[in-house]
Nanobody
Framework: VQLQASGGGLVQAGGSLRLSCAAS????????MGWFRHAPGKEREFVAA????????YYVDSVKGRFTISRDSAKNTMYLQMNSLKPEDTAVYYC??????????????????WGQGTQVTVSS
């Protein structure tokens, strides 16, 4: 599975961006898929994830109500709609796919495939 993340950019606080993660090589409908972010000086952080073939969705508390993760199985693509962006959302965002027990869905080491990352910068 190859993952290609895109959609990052520079936006003012309060603005919106939509990240995309296009998968190729294999359908990812049977994989859990997630978004993680890595800010300078911080550890990689779980942002959001969804179970295979829809189902439950998970978010880190800091993005609940602002970010929405979704999947388009026909396009083999995952999205992260980010609204009401804050400067603390600034990071490189990575998409990932993997198969794991659901209690581990927030753990980056449980994911087998990673995209190359896309930079999101939110100015104050």
């Amino acid at each position: 599975v190859q993952l290609q993340a895109s959609g990052g950019g520079l936006v003012q606080a309060g603005g919106s961006l939509r990240l995309s993660c296009a998968a190729s090589g294999r359908t990812v409908s049977t994989y859990a898929m997630g978004w993680f972010r890595h800010a300078p000086g911080k550890e990689r952080e779980f942002v959001a994830a969804l179970r295979p073939s829809g189902g439950s969705i998970y978010y880190v508390d800091s993005v609940k109500g602002r970010f929405t993760i979704s999947r388009d199985s026909a396009k083999n693509t995952m999205y992260l709609q980010m609204n009401s962006l804050k400067p603390e959302d600034t990071a490189v965002y990575y998409c990932a796919a993997g198969r794991m027990i659901l209690s581990m869905i927030r753990r980056p080491e449980q994911y087998d495939y990673w995209g190359q990352g896309t930079q999101v910068t939110v100015s104050s």
